[in-house]
């Protein structure tokens, strides 16, 4: 149990385009879902969390109109890429968060290239 | 915010030896957890450890939440135990340390 998937696994794109990345819960329903980033050689950092319903919050320094979170239903969340650069280029990871407690499960990851 | 902090960074081991990862963190907490990173980069669930112990196989860890640090112990480790071992932290969201790289040598 507590599956969680990504979709795509990775992606090239060229400057200027626009990516989005699927992140679903597969056997629970996840009220909060958490979108993170992470560069060769890095740790994760939290970009933005994500709630069914509502607003996504962003952590300081995240640009919100680059990096569209939309929370649609219990089990999807998406993060759209707007117009990327090749500094955008990372490797992107969601977790999703059950109902029950504070656990989280991650998904495996979307490879981001921007040419 | 939560700071955390994980040592060693780097860890080289022969195959069969034992060792023990720490992480410590500045402030209490409902949520942590021990991860291990593929060479993929998919993140593996190890432990959710809040408080206490727990053993799966070759690995556990203990959480001593009141002195705010955790141990991850690896035992008779095999070289797919390579790979960077990550604990995360927090309530509602989750603050990584840097990770710590395992080596383990044929």
């Known amino acids: 149990g507590a599956v969680v998937s990504q979709h795509p696994s990775w992606v090239i794109c060229k400057s200027g385009t626009s990516v989005k990345i699927e992140c679903r819960s597969l056997?629970?329903?996840?009220?909060?879902m958490f979108w993170y980033r992470q560069f060769p050689k890095q740790s994760l950092m939290l970009m933005a969390t994500?709630?069914?319903?509502?607003?996504?919050?962003?952590e300081q320094g995240v640009e919100k109109d680059k990096f569209l979170i939309n929370h649609a239903s219990l089990t999807l969340s998406t993060l759209t890429v707007t117009s990327a650069h090749p500094e955008d280029s990372s490797f992107y990871i969601c977790?999703?968060?059950?109902?029950?407690?504070?656990?989280?499960?991650f998904g495996p990851g979307t490879r981001l290239t921007v040419l | 915010g939560i700071q955390v902090e994980q040592s060693p960074p780097d860890l080289i081991l022969q195959e069969g030896a034992n060792s023990t990862l720490r992480c410590n963190f500045s402030d209490s907490v409902n949520n942590l957890q021990w991860f291990h990173q593929n060479p993929w980069g998919q993140l593996i669930n190890l432990f959710y450890i809040p408080s206490g112990t727990k053993q799966n196989g070759r690995l556990s860890a203990t959480t001593v939440a009141t002195e705010r640090y955790s141990l991850l112990y690896i035992s008779s480790s095999q070289t797919t135990d390579s790979g960077v071992y990550f604990c995360?932290?927090?309530?509602?969201?989750?603050?990584f340390g840097k990770g710590i790289t395992l080596s383990v040598r044929p």
């Open positions: 977790s999703a968060r059950n109902l029950q407690g504070y656990e989280q499960f």
């Open positions: 994500s709630n069914e319903g509502s607003k996504a919050t962003y």
């Open positions: 995360a932290v927090g309530d509602g969201k989750l603050t």
């Open positions: 056997d629970f329903q996840a009220t909060t």
